[in-house]
Each structure stands twice: as structure tokens, then as C-alpha cells.
């Protein structure tokens, strides 16, 4: 037992264990002053124990979760960057690049307008879980609407603006995602975990792009198959989003 809490003590001066609260029953000894115990009595004593292997585990696995988020995210927006252009002539041949500019633009203005008020909601709620869904719920609508604009006939410019200021608001989640990793981890882990999500999220800026080009030497003007695809990843997400 001394060695488990040597042990214990070394982890918690490295930062690399959570902490938790925990109530155990404390025996107090009464005496009468001549050495004679009078009576026992027992009071509650709050009491500090170390996270669970099983709690740890979880904790790590829900990181997993969160760099296959911000992988995902980054891809829905950097397919854009080289794709939008040649499915906006695809859609209508006479669209200029003004419009092209506020296409592109949307994304980070739905960003921008929904990054404060997704973090106060997650602070007024206590809890992650719900702005994550609600932000891959709208993330796959955005996507879903931009891969059918062709159904759209002559409302689908202004739907393409639309859809991608949607996915522009569920970009925002990139403001919890770095709260979470932030506030699960330890001393130890913290620099890793947020290196590995800034990774997660360049990789997926890099990858935009290539999967763009991959699609069209395959499908020639299939553009919208790339975004159909994102929204059905997306909504794959969404079933993990129980493990956070």
C-alpha cells in the first residue's frame, strides 16, 4: 500500500492523472481524557482518488472522436478551395468570380458569426455533446444541399451560397473541439492532444484538394459526388458522438 501511494504521488506531481472527488466513511476515536475510548463515531470525509484505468480509456478514445471531427471539418471546407469554381460553370456558365469570392466567403463568415455564440451555449449548458451534434447535423445539411444544387434550376446560386454558410456555421465546432481537448487532458497530454488536433486539421486541408482532383480525372463533372460524400461522413459522425 505505502509503494501504490508513492506511486500515486509521483503521477499527480508529473500531472499525469485527473483527480476526482470521492466520499468515504472516516472512524473517529473519542476519549475521556484517561486514556478510555467513550464512544466511536463516524463522519463523512471528502476524499481525493485517482481516475480509473476504464475512465481513462474513455477520456482518450472520446479524443480519438475529436481529431476524426476536426479531419472531417477541415476536408468539408478545403474541397471547396478547387472545386466550387468549375461546379459554379458547371451550374450556370455565366456566373462571374464575384460571385465565386462571396461563395468562398460564406464559410468563414458563418464561422466567424457562430464560433461566440456555439462556445456560450456549450458554457451555459455544461456540456459538449449537444453542440457537437447540432453542429454535424448542419454540417451534413450543407453538404447534402451543396452535392443536389442542380435540382435547385435557377435558385441553385443562391442555395450554393446558402449551403456553404451552413457549413460555415458548423465550422465553428473547431471552438469547442480546442475547449474539450483543453480541459480532458492533463499537464502531460495537453501539448500532444492539441498538436494532434492542429495536425487533424491540416491533414484534412491538404487532402481537400487532392480528393477534388482524384474526382475529377475518375468522374469528370461529378462534382457533387465529393460533397455527397462529405455529408455522409459527416452523418457517420454522428454516431460516435456518444463516446465523448
Given at each position: 500500500?505505502?509503494?501504490?501511494?508513492?506511486?500515486?504521488?509521483e503521477e499527480e506531481a508529473r500531472g499525469e492523472v485527473l483527480l476526482k472527488p470521492s466520499s468515504d466513511i472516516v472512524t473517529f476515536q473519542a476519549s475521556n481524557g484517561g486514556g478510555v475510548a467513550d464512544h466511536l463515531f463516524e463522519?463523512?470525509?471528502?476524499n481525493w482518488v485517482l481516475e480509473t484505468l476504464a475512465e481513462r480509456q474513455a477520456r482518450r478514445r472520446s479524443h480519438y472522436v475529436i481529431y476524426l471531427t476536426t479531419f472531417v471539418m477541415s476536408i468539408g471546407f478545403s474541397i471547396v478551395l478547387t472545386g466550387v469554381w468549375p461546379y459554379l460553370q458547371q451550374l450556370d456558365p455565366g456566373s462571374s468570380k464575384v460571385y465565386f469570392g462571396?461563395?468562398?466567403?460564406?464559410?468563414?463568415?458563418?464561422?466567424?458569426?457562430?464560433?461566440?455564440?456555439?462556445?456560450?451555449?456549450?458554457?451555459?449548458?455544461?456540456?459538449?455533446?449537444?453542440?457537437?451534434?447540432?453542429?454535424?447535423?448542419?454540417?451534413a445539411i450543407g453538404n447534402g444541399l451543396y452535392a443536389i444544387l442542380s435540382v435547385f434550376g435557377s435558385a441553385a446560386l443562391p442555395i450554393m451560397f446558402?449551403?456553404?454558410?451552413?457549413?460555415?456555421?458548423?465550422?465553428?465546432?473547431?471552438?469547442?473541439?480546442?475547449?474539450?481537448?483543453?480541459?480532458?487532458?492533463?499537464?502531460?497530454?495537453?501539448?500532444?492532444?492539441?498538436?494532434?488536433?492542429?495536425?487533424?486539421?491540416g491533414l484534412g486541408f491538404i487532402i481537400g484538394p487532392v480528393a477534388v482532383g482524384m474526382m475529377d480525372v475518375l468522374l469528370s463533372s461529378s462534382w457533387h459526388l465529393v460533397f455527397g460524400l462529405s455529408a455522409m461522413v459527416s452523418n457517420c459522425q454522428l454516431s460516435r458522438l456518444h463516446w465523448l
Open positions: 500500500m505505502p509503494s501504490r501511494v508513492a506511486d500515486s504521488r463522519e463523512q470525509e471528502p462571396w461563395v468562398v466567403a460564406a464559410n468563414p463568415l458563418g464561422q466567424m458569426l457562430a464560433s461566440p455564440l456555439l462556445g456560450w451555449w456549450a458554457n451555459r449548458a455544461k456540456s459538449n455533446r449537444r453542440c457537437f451534434q447540432l453542429s454535424l447535423t448542419v454540417f446558402v449551403s456553404r454558410f451552413l457549413v460555415g456555421i458548423s465550422s465553428a465546432n473547431i471552438a469547442i473541439v480546442r475547449s474539450y481537448i483543453s480541459t480532458s487532458t492533463t499537464t502531460s497530454e495537453r501539448t500532444t492532444a492539441v498538436a494532434l488536433t492542429s495536425a487533424a486539421q
